[in-house]
């Protein structure tokens, strides 16, 4: 269904109101794709919900690595509360519309989580360095307020990069079309949207995403490479094993999250295509945040067994 640009407007000026273009013509797709994005999104908060109580709530979870990892719980239910609801709504509703402050707002949100979510998986990179490469002065290096200042200089980074970019984004003027070829309001295909010359809006999107996604990224690289040659010198089988195997659901996690996030903001405009971006958006907010939790939990003895504690609390609870 096209809109009518002129009802969105207000003066004849700049755009004040959009939609999302819809899914499909094919209702049950929509209901599908909507009853499947639901289950997901369900999953992902429960998931990363109970990690965060688990950790909270079991004082033997109180170390550095939890730490991070429950601040990276409480980042994916943000990330996806900011993005699923207004999707899981277009998708099933005619009531696809989103006002410009609604849209701006949305695009803070989204980039402020991202960021602060890139930030953090470099904070634990780092923690899990100095656990295998320096122990003898992990306590003294990764005190509780060292780490407390990494987490806060992430969640920092993601709010100021997140002011910015929307800020900047929003001061453009928007002559239509009013359909964002979209779930959400992504930097991208609202810039798309923008009168007149975006470049240097397209060049200041990828210079964050570089320096906000690449350099994190590279600070992850360098502290498994100094990991890896670490743990080759180790001498003992089960050494190498047990260090291997607490960075493992680490990798995963950043593989999953980094590689849908580089192909997105980091390849040339003229490879992009807003099929492929709706199928990696989905991805990179729905499908990353429900695994997740599921990564570390099935990987990690002490978050299974916290779980359990957890869980079975809450039954003596409900019993009682």
Known sequence: MNLNCSLWQENGLSVRHFAFVRFSEVT???????????????ASLTGNALIALAICTN????TPMYFFLANLSFLEMGYTC?????????????ARGISREGCATQMFF????????????????????MAICSPLHYGTRMSRAVC??????????????????????????????????????????????????????????????????SSPFL??????????????????????????????????????????????Y?????SHSPSIDKLLALFYTVVTSMLNPIIYSLRNKEVKAALRRTLGKRRVLTNG
């Open 28 to 42: 049950e797709h929509c209901f599908l794709l909507f009853a499947l994005i639901l289950l997901m999104f369900f």
């Open 59 to 62: 004082p033997v979870l109180h």
């Open 82 to 94: 900011s993005v699923i609801p207004k999707m899981l709504q277009s998708l099933v509703s005619e």
């Open 110 to 129: 989204f980039t402020f989580f991202a960021i602060s979510e890139c930030s953090l998986l470099a904070a634990m990179a780092y923690d899990r360095y």
């Open 148 to 213: 407390a200042h990494l987490a806060l200089v992430s969640w920092g980074v993601g709010c100021m990069v997140g002011l910015g970019q929307t800020n900047y984004i929003f001061s453009l003027d928007f002559c239509g079309p009013c359909e964002i070829d979209h779930f959400f309001c992504d930097l991208p295909p609202i810039l798309a949207l923008a009168c007149g010359d975006t470049s240097h809006n397209e060049a200041a999107v990828f210079v964050v995403a570089v320096l906000c996604i």
């Open 219 to 264: 600070l992850i690289i360098a502290s498994y490479v100094r990991i890896l040659a670490a743990v080759l010198v180790m001498p003992s089988p089960e050494g190498r094993h047990k260090a291997l195997s607490t960075c493992s659901s680490h990798l995963l996690v950043v593989t999953l999250f980094y590689g849908s996030g580089s192909v997105t």
């Open 266 to 270: 980091l390849r040339p405009k003229a």
